[in-house]
């Protein structure tokens, strides 16, 4: 029978195979095609053998997994994936995550991880400043990714507002909780919505003007005739960066609004967050500071590997008022030293060391890597709109982030749903880089999107990408 643990020459063998392994990936990444074949038949068949009855060499499972994955995946560190906001890792996030395997940290109770669950704490602080908030006064968790963080802030404002929802739930309550969101904003809320029974009836997706900001007039107009009509607004999102188009919501409007309305006001910078480490794009992001609540996921423009979201809050107890339990069987060490153990403060109980894969990156980069990285990635945008242009491409989105909203204008039929989502097969099939369709604005219209998501992207890998949108242009008849 072999052992779980593996003996200690086995061990030694199968770690420089992984090294071998993640290092070739890495070198040979950028000769690969972009995206795989899709056939849910081959991949069946392949894991067919796979009936656990035989135990397997360890550096042969290693190897198949190795091949296979190369084989059968969009390799989102590939410089011409122009995705959705899937980082080519950072290699201290690669090494952060082994560690965190090996010594595999329980972070529910502070003191089975003190250092670690100290860690998160410093870089919650670290990240809050950065947005604008009081080291003191800043608190929050790190969760899966930014639909988690999301959630956690739709539960914090309910608690906030009623305090009976936590015992009743939103029967306890007297009138049917509602917030809003622009139409732009992520779906990740209508799901926040439905696991915490609301209900989606409870989002009010705001419409937005011509540049896909939320319409604060549109805002005010739907707060006041909710309240006529006996709803209890509970929640402003402002968007900072949105996921089709990365456009950022006025963020001291809505907080001016929020504040006026009595209203818990968060902002989602799951990407755009990024922005605050730059001082040029900072002031993009003016009114973060008032927000009550913010998400920022790390493994989007922090290029640590997934799953690394932030939610962030000036509300010091507002996560323990949320989320607080008193359990037999939990160690009770944190009473005694005047600490508050994660389990109670978050949506999580046994908790994965997510913070040290973002400890360590920045650690080693410092702010000013980071700050290089997202100015690059930002130049590296500009690149892309200003060729996409030279070659008839025409602009459907207005932001200084690096996401890329275009279609054909070359074309009277240029903007057609057709047309653009046949590009894109064309293009993906073709595995030189990946790019997406998505639909902007109330009228929902089709345009192509490309996203500046990986740090090494360069203007050659720009030029390609214009010339691989040319030829299918070309090829397709146009
Ligand atoms: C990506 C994204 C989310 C969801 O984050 P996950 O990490 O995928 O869970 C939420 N909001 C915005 C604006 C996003 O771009």
């Given at each position: 029978?072999?052992?779980?643990?593996?003996?200690?020459?086995?061990?030694?063998?199968?770690?420089?195979?992984?090294?071998?392994?993640?290092?070739?990936?890495?070198?040979?990444?950028?000769?690969?095609?972009?995206?795989?074949?899709?056939?849910?038949?081959?991949?069946?068949?392949?894991?067919?053998?796979?009936?656990?009855?035989?135990?397997?060499?360890?550096?042969?499972?290693?190897?198949?997994?190795?091949?296979?994955?190369?084989?059968?995946?969009?390799?989102?560190?590939?410089?011409?994936?122009?995705?959705?906001?899937?980082?080519?890792?950072?290699?201290?996030?690669?090494?952060?995550?082994?560690?965190?395997?090996?010594?595999?940290?329980?972070?529910?109770?502070?003191?089975?991880?003190?250092?670690?669950?100290?860690?998160?704490?410093?870089?919650?602080?670290?990240?809050?400043?950065?947005f604008g908030y009081?080291?003191?006064?800043?608190?929050?968790?790190?969760?899966?990714?930014?639909?988690?963080?999301?959630?956690?802030?739709?539960?914090?404002?309910?608690?906030?507002?009623?305090?009976?929802?936590?015992?009743?739930?939103?029967?306890?309550?007297?009138?049917?909780?509602?917030?809003?969101?622009?139409?732009?904003?992520?779906?990740?809320?209508?799901?926040?919505?439905?696991?915490?029974?609301?209900?989606?009836?409870?989002?009010?997706?705001?419409?937005?003007?011509?540049?896909?900001?939320?319409?604060?007039?549109?805002?005010?107009?739907?707060?006041?005739?909710?309240?006529?009509?006996?709803?209890?607004?509970?929640?402003?999102?402002?968007?900072?960066?949105?996921?089709?188009?990365?456009?950022?919501?006025?963020l001291?409007?809505?907080a001016?609004?929020?504040?006026?309305?009595?209203?818990?006001?968060?902002?989602?910078?799951?990407?755009?967050?990024?922005?605050?480490?730059?001082?040029?794009?900072?002031?993009?992001l003016k009114g973060i500071e008032r927000a009550?609540?913010?998400?920022?996921?790390?493994?989007?423009?922090?290029?640590?590997?997934?799953?690394?979201?932030?939610?962030?809050?000036r509300?010091?107890?507002?996560?323990?008022?949320?989320?607080?339990?008193?359990?037999?069987?939990?160690?009770?060490?944190?009473?005694?030293?005047?600490?508050?153990?994660?389990?109670?403060?978050?949506?999580?109980?046994?908790?994965?060391?997510?913070?040290?894969?973002?400890?360590?990156?920045?650690?080693?980069?410092?702010?000013?890597?980071?700050?290089?990285?997202?100015?690059?990635?930002?130049?590296?945008?500009?690149?892309?709109?200003?060729?996409?242009?030279?070659?008839?491409?025409?602009?459907?989105?207005?932001?200084?982030?690096?996401?890329?909203?275009?279609?054909?204008?070359?074309?009277?039929?240029?903007?057609?749903?057709?047309?653009?989502?046949?590009?894109?097969?064309?293009?993906?099939?073709?595995?030189?880089?990946?790019?997406?369709?998505?639909?902007?604005?109330?009228?929902?219209?089709?345009?192509?999107?490309?996203?500046?998501?990986?740090?090494?992207?360069?203007?050659?890998?720009?030029?390609?990408?214009?010339?691989?949108?040319?030829?299918?242009?070309?090829?397709?008849?146009?």
């Amino acid at each position: 029978m072999t052992d779980l643990r593996l003996d200690a020459e086995t061990r030694t063998r199968l770690w420089q195979r992984v090294n071998e392994t993640v290092e070739t990936y890495m070198r040979e990444v950028d000769g690969l095609k972009v995206a795989p074949e899709l056939d849910p038949a081959k991949l069946r068949a392949l894991l067919e053998p796979f009936d656990f009855a035989q135990p397997l060499d360890p550096l042969a499972a290693v190897d198949f997994i190795a091949e296979n994955l190369t084989q059968y995946q969009v390799h989102t560190p590939h410089p011409r994936y122009y995705g959705l906001f899937n980082p080519a890792p950072t290699t201290m996030g690669i090494a952060a995550d082994t560690l965190v395997a090996a010594f595999n940290p329980q972070m529910a109770a502070w003191s089975h991880s003190p250092l670690a669950v100290e860690i998160e704490a410093h870089l919650l602080r670290a990240f809050g400043e950065k947005f604008g908030y009081a080291p003191a006064s800043t608190d929050g968790v790190f969760a899966s990714g930014g639909a988690e963080a999301n959630q956690t802030a739709l539960l914090t404002a309910l608690t906030h507002a009623f305090p009976a929802f936590g015992r009743g739930g939103a029967r306890a309550l007297s009138a049917p909780p509602v917030f809003y969101v622009s139409l732009e904003a992520h779906h990740s809320f209508l799901k926040a919505a439905r696991t915490s029974g609301l209900g989606t009836e409870a989002v009010r997706e705001i419409a937005v003007q011509d540049d896909l900001t939320l319409s604060v007039p549109a805002l005010e107009a739907q707060i006041a005739q909710d309240r006529q009509d006996g709803f209890a607004p509970f929640m402003i999102v402002g968007t900072a960066g949105t996921t089709s188009a990365g456009v950022i919501d006025p963020l001291e409007a809505l907080a001016a609004t929020a504040e006026r309305e009595g209203l818990w006001f968060h902002a989602d910078a799951a990407w755009g967050g990024g922005a605050a480490l730059v001082p040029e794009l900072r002031p993009l992001l003016k009114g973060i500071e008032r927000a009550d609540s913010i998400t920022f996921d790390a493994h989007k423009w922090l290029s640590v590997p997934m799953g690394a979201g932030i939610y962030l809050t000036r509300h010091p107890d507002i996560l323990s008022r949320t989320f607080g339990m008193e359990t037999a069987y939990m160690p009770r060490d944190g009473e005694r030293l005047g600490i508050t153990d994660p389990y109670t403060h978050s949506i999580q109980w046994s908790r994965r060391f997510t913070g040290l894969k973002v400890f360590l990156s920045l650690a080693v980069a410092g702010w000013e890597g980071y700050e290089a990285a997202i100015r690059h990635q930002t130049a590296m945008g500009d690149t892309l709109r200003r060729r996409l242009i030279e070659s008839d491409w025409r602009m459907a989105n207005q932001t200084l982030l690096p996401v890329v909203c275009f279609v054909d204008g070359q074309q009277p039929d240029g903007g057609s749903a057709d047309y653009l989502m046949a590009l894109v097969r064309d293009i993906v099939t073709g595995g030189d880089a990946w790019i997406s369709t998505t639909r902007l604005g109330s009228a929902g219209k089709t345009t192509l999107r490309a996203c500046i998501t990986n740090y090494r992207t360069q203007p050659a890998d720009c030029d390609a990408l214009v010339k691989t949108l040319n030829e299918a242009r070309r090829v397709a008849g146009h």
